[in-house]
């Protein structure tokens, strides 16, 4: 494909909304608000938003900067800044990141299409805690039902990714994100004014220091890379479809924002409905698909499917994503068509979905490979190459946008000194700190 043919978002706003539905997703919703509350409440989102100040934006910039400046796929982007150099091998860890993300992460998607189906049904009213959780263990003791379930959400954000980036992914995004913030919105209302709501509120906000330790700090960052869908070629590929007149800084920051926003929106849905219950939160799948179905149906009808359906929708805007890192690279590098190369990468996602499906060793494993191994070593490449490849004033003029932008030539020297030294050295100790 020539780069004149090359498909963009169509406006700032559409690309802001395309990498906040990328970032937005099952990792606010299930993982987050149980992070804060076991990690010191808002202590922990001190060290979370440090984070992803000092290390995860700064990585995120180097994407986006990889990606809109030579207009490429992972591959092409690490080739034409390191030409003939091992760098662009890191195309093949993105490629398999992706893969390997999508394909477990569309399980729990599917999940959560049955869970609407059944929200829809008024399924969870009256039931006990225990029989909820029945509900879910029986869905997953079936092996058609969450290969069903799968199969119908890879199915809509296959079709989505194959009709295009902006009339598929951009205008889905479009409309859907607002449509989410609103959604979340309502459920916090609900939330924080049931009787009892004043503990979950103390449980994400109350700092405790004290509970800010190595661990803590790691779980951050791990969470803030899972959370800005970082070095797995999600940001560099979608911003390798910005316009040029686009601005790097402005999208990461603004994304960062609604990313971090939403994820404290998602603590305030959940955890004052939790403690309002008398329970106490845990995390995952149990919090989302056992407690929560029933504490939300005795809210009314409508909670449990305005929940769903903002998880279907944060999730399908994310696994969009990750296809589109696949289809790019099939399209660019192969010269397929983007249906033919969709179709693939359906077929492919969908049977690894089906092992994950049928089985939880394969699930987690996926799951930790992809956040401890995958993230963390593309996103060292993404800052190295970005830090230590390219030339300064190159990634200066890619950051300010040609210096047409103050506010991003008033920080760059801030980020580059991010970009070279503390992202790096950071992602090496935090890395060490997992293993150990
Ligand atoms: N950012 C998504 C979430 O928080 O659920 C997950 C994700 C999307 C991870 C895209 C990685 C990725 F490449």
């Given at each position: 494909m020539s780069e004149k043919a090359r498909e963009n978002f169509g406006s700032r706003f559409t690309v802001i909304m395309a990498l906040a539905g990328s970032a937005i997703g099952l990792g606010n919703i299930w993982r987050f608000p149980y992070m804060v509350g076991e990690h010191g409440g808002a202590a922990f989102i001190i060290i979370y938003v440090l984070c992803s100040l000092f290390i995860a934006l700064p990585i995120f910039f180097c994407e986006s900067i990889l990606g809109k400046s030579t207009g490429k796929d992972t591959f092409g982007a690490l080739e034409s800044v390191?030409?003939?150099?091992?760098?662009?091998?890191?195309g093949y860890i993105a490629l398999l990141g992706s893969f390997i993300i999508v394909s477990y992460y569309s399980v729990v998607g599917g999940w959560s299409v049955d869970f609407l189906i059944r929200s829809f049904m008024n399924d969870?009213?009256?039931?006990?805690l225990e029989e909820a959780a029945g509900v879910f263990h029986n869905m997953n003791a079936s092996v058609w039902e969450p290969i069903v379930s799968l199969t119908a959400f890879l199915g809509l954000t296959a079709a989505i990714v194959a009709?295009?980036?902006?009339?598929g992914i951009g205008r889905f995004a479009k409309v859907m994100m607002p449509l989410l913030f609103i959604m979340i919105v309502i459920i916090v209302v609900r939330s924080c004014t049931l009787p009892g709501a004043g503990k979950g509120i103390e449980y994400m906000l109350?700092?405790?220091?004290?509970?800010?330790?190595g661990p803590a700090i790691a779980a951050a960052l791990g969470q803030g890379f899972f959370s800005l869908s970082l070095g797995v070629g999600c940001v560099l590929t979608y911003s390798?479809?910005?316009?040029?007149?686009?601005?790097v800084f402005y999208t990461g920051v603004w994304t960062a924002i609604f990313d971090t926003f939403f994820a404290i929106l998602a603590g305030f849905a959940i955890m004052p409905a939790v403690f309002s219950a008398g329970l106490e939160p845990s995390a995952g799948p149990s919090l989302v698909y056992e407690t929560l179905p029933v504490i939300f149906s005795r809210m009314g009808p409508l909670v449990p499917i305005i929940f769903f359906l903002a998880i279907l929708i944060a999730a399908v805007t994310s696994a969009m994503s990750m296809l589109e890192v696949l289809v790019t690279w099939l399209v660019d590098?192969?010269?397929?068509s983007r249906k033919k190369a969709t179709t693939l990468f359906f077929i492919a996602c969908w049977i690894v979905g089906c092992v994950c499906a049928v089985s939880p060793k394969v699930f987690s494993i996926c799951d930790f490979m992809s956040s401890n191994v995958f993230m963390m070593f593309g996103a060292l490449v993404f800052a190295l190459v970005v830090g230590?490849?390219?030339?300064k004033e190159d990634v200066r003029t890619q950051f300010t946008n040609y210096g047409t932008s103050h506010k991003a030539g008033a920080v760059f020297s801030v980020v580059w000194f991010l970009i070279r030294w503390i992202a790096p050295i950071g992602i090496v100790i935090i890395a060490i700190t997992n293993v150990l």
């Open positions: 390191a030409p003939g150099t091992k760098w662009k091998n890191e969870f009213k009256g039931e006990s009709i295009g980036i902006e009339k109350k700092p405790d220091f004290s509970k800010i330790d390798s479809y910005m316009r040029k007149e686009e601005n590098q192969k010269g397929l230590w490849k390219m030339k």
